[in-house]
């Protein structure tokens, strides 16, 4: 075998010295490389030879990095048995025993050619400190895992710096990429503190479940804090690219770089992060249908995150849970689903978006079945519920719990099992018969089994040859007090649980600040303030089984908004829904330009004492809250009550009316006339005889909840 010039090293205790990334002659350099142990590294296969190993018993290790498998045989164990630190058995890679060996001897800086480095155990260092492990480039230097496992891993890691390096696995496994973890195995009590990854990427090939997974293992006693990531890119996991998990893992810090193609960005499911001008590309149809989000936050409030100046392409871009308080500010996201087009071939599965309705606030909608799209927009189909359910593979019974779902009204109902299709993907159906006690016969069998996995059932409308059901998303969503400033949001729905909301672009937004359901206490206080808001154009729907999407402020879970400087653009016919309910201090005041109604206008009738032949009107643009109305009396007109407003959309409580004149025969009369009201409607009472067929335009005013 012939080795380049390259020069061979026994293995020894080394004293850390300063790095020297200019200067990695064997002679003179303060630092390792796997080279120095007999890597080659040019991408060409070089077997040893019997003569190779007795020539250089003792001598070196022999990493390749040419992106091939190499393993070692029983001559080469038997030859170095002694030689080496680690121990290891026949059919284990030389790019690991040479990396292995490299990370033994290097209690210094540790260089990395570039090459692809194969490994068949991962890589391990333990108790490290202040060390530096880099390559040559996060393209040029690649640690490949080639068995279920991570491609690196520590077990006690501070204060080091990795840099330039790709790190990837090609196995199916549970774990990550890289585990950078400490004190799980009982062999050491060091933790993970204060280490940089710079220039890194971490690809789990769609096959890993995560990039990297910060004490994963190791939990609260690992440690975990103050972690650095600058410009570092995670790609292709299959859960998360990044995945933390410790209550001490506080002030992880991202800066720069990139997560694409992962269910899921940052998963964190104890611990804090701050994240600043990161990218996003996580994909729009994958993450509604399996609930990934850029940023996932599941831990107590006792911890603060922040992510700010990030740009997402991804559906959905976070989801703060369990009272976890974090600031959102100056974000972009610039997701959109595919506007549905007539004409077009659809795939089960495709979402799409309504063109003149039926989008904006989260709403789309999945194809049931494939096939080609109409000739005109359908009536898009009304909100399904998302609820639970299990089902045994080869069977079509589906148990699943919802109020809503327990009888034959929701029958012929699309439904979708996520995970009982073939390989786990999801199973479209219909109900097909109710079986009872929770249970549904569905038109299709399970082809996998999927236990406590979420079920999305709902009317179906038909489209030429294909067919829709509804879709509901959030974009993103918080159930503490947050800090949302200067923020850009587009198609889905935000739902945030009190704090500052400032300064922040809602785009197609119909129900702007819906309430979060998971609010623990019946009012969560926010201050909104100068948002540019443009609601889409409202929502249709005529389905009477399951309720329109809830919109708006949400009076069915009260929240209470301090609204400043903040314009409300409702565009083609939609309307806030639910009650806006102002707070004001007991020594302070509020200052509007204008108060003005908007959506559908009431109706408005007649009554008896108005005469025989009476009609009455309302201008074009009354509303529930202030409009005209116009009441020409009949024959023999009486005292009593001579008109009902029936409200568009009742009120939570009786309002408080008022009415004026608007003319002149209007004004002689009115002191005599009074008004009555409930929830659904306001009359006017006559308390004398009106004068026949005359004309009264009266201005009306109704202020309540």
């Not at 790709?166 to 400490?182: I, K």
């Not at 979420?454 to 030429?464: E, H, M, N, Q």
Request: aromatic letters at 8%.
């Amino acid at each position: 075998m012939r080795f380049k010039a390259l020069a061979f090293f026994c293995i020894g205790s080394l004293a850390l010295a300063a790095p020297n990334p200019e200067a990695h002659d064997a002679g003179n350099s303060s630092i390792n490389t796997p080279q120095m142990f007999g890597a080659i590294g040019d991408g060409a296969r070089h077997p040893i030879s019997k003569t190779d190993l007795d020539a250089h018993a003792g001598k070196w290790v022999g990493a390749i990095g040419d992106g091939a498998r190499h393993p070692i045989s029983k001559t080469d164990l038997d030859a170095h048995a002694g030689k080496w630190v680690g121990t290891y058995v026949v059919g284990d890679e030389w790019d690991y025993i040479g990396l292995q060996e490299a990370i033994y001897a290097s209690a210094r800086s540790l260089y990395l050619p570039p090459g692809n480095y194969l490994v068949n155990k991962a890589p391990t260092v333990t108790q490290l400190k202040g060390a530096t492990i880099y390559g040559a480039g996060r393209l040029m230097t690649i640690i490949t895992s080639t068995f279920a496992g991570p491609a690196f891993q520590t077990n006690g890691c501070w204060y080091t710096q990795f840099t330039g390096i790709q790190f990837t696995g090609t196995t199916p496994h549970d774990g990550a990429v890289f585990e950078l973890d400490g004190n799980y195995d009982g062999t050491n009590q060091q933790g993970v503190q204060a280490n940089t990854f710079k220039d890194c990427l971490f690809d789990g090939h769609a096959v890993v479940k995560y990039g990297l997974a910060l004490v994963r293992r190791g939990g609260n006693k690992a440690q975990g804090s103050e972690n650095l990531f600058l410009n570092c890119h995670f790609q292709s996991s299959k859960t998360a690219g990044v995945y933390i998990n410790g209550y001490n893992a506080l002030q992880n810090t991202f800066i720069g770089g990139n997560i694409q193609s992962c269910l899921n960005g940052i998963y964190v499911e104890a611990g804090s992060i701050n994240v600043d001008s990161m990218g996003f590309q996580n994909g729009f149809q994958s993450q509604i249908e399996h609930h990934g989000f850029d940023i996932v936050l599941r831990n107590s409030a006792d911890d603060h995150s922040s992510v700010r100046n990030c740009r997402t392409e991804s559906a959905c871009f976070i989801d703060s849970g369990n009272n976890h308080y974090v600031v959102l500010d100056n974000n972009n996201v610039v997701n959109a689903a595919e506007e549905w087009t007539a004409g077009h071939a659809y795939a089960q599965g495709a979402i799409t978006r309504g063109r003149t309705g039926g989008n904006g606030n989260g709403h789309l909608h999945v194809a049931m079945s494939g096939g080609t799209s109409g000739a005109s927009e359908p009536q898009w189909p009304g909100s399904g519920v998302l609820a639970t359910g299990t089902i045994v593979a080869g069977t079509d019974t589906l148990s699943v719990s919802d109020p809503a779902l327990n009888k034959e009204t929701a029958k012929n109902y699309g439904v979708i099992v996520y995970g009982a299709g073939n390989d786990g993907a999801p199973l479209y159906s219909t109900l097909h018969k109710f079986m009872g006690n929770e249970r549904w016969q569905l038109a299709d069998k399970a082809a996998t089994a999927a236990s406590n996995v979420p079920v999305r059932i709902g009317p179906l409308v038909s489209d030429g040859g294909t067919r829709w059901m509804h879709y509901e998303y959030d974009e993103a969503r918080t159930n503490a007090t947050v800090a949302v400033t200067n923020n850009t949001f587009k198609w889905g729905r935000t739902r945030f649980g009190g704090g500052v909301i400032a300064n922040n672009s809602f785009a197609r937004a119909d129900g702007f600040l819906s309430t979060v359901r998971q609010l623990q206490g019946g009012y969560s206080q926010a201050i909104v303030v100068n948002n540019h808001v443009t609601p889409n154009g409202g929502w249709n729907t005529g389905i009477t089984l399951f309720s329109g999407p809830a919109s708006g402020f949400g009076a069915e879970y009260p929240n209470v908004f301090g609204l400043v400087n903040t314009a409300l653009l409702f565009m083609g016919g939609a309307e806030p829904g639910g009650n806006i309910v102002a707070k004001v201090s007991s020594e302070g005041d509020s200052q509007f330009r204008h108060i003005g109604g908007g959506g559908p206008s009431p109706t408005v009738s007649v009554a008896a004492a108005a005469g025989k032949g009476a009609i009455a009107s309302l201008a074009a643009n009354s509303t529930d809250l202030a409009g005209q109305i116009s009441i020409t009396t009949g024959e023999n007109p009486t005292a009593g009550e001579v008109a009902t407003l029936t409200f568009h959309r009742p009120y939570g409580a009786a309002p408080f009316p008022q009415i004026c004149a608007a003319g002149t025969n209007a004004s002689r009369v009115i002191t005599s006339v009074h008004v009555t009201a409930t929830p659904a409607a306001m009359a006017l009472v006559a308390d004398v005889t009106l004068p026949a067929s005359t004309k009264l335009e009266i201005n009306d005013q109704n202020l309540g909840q």
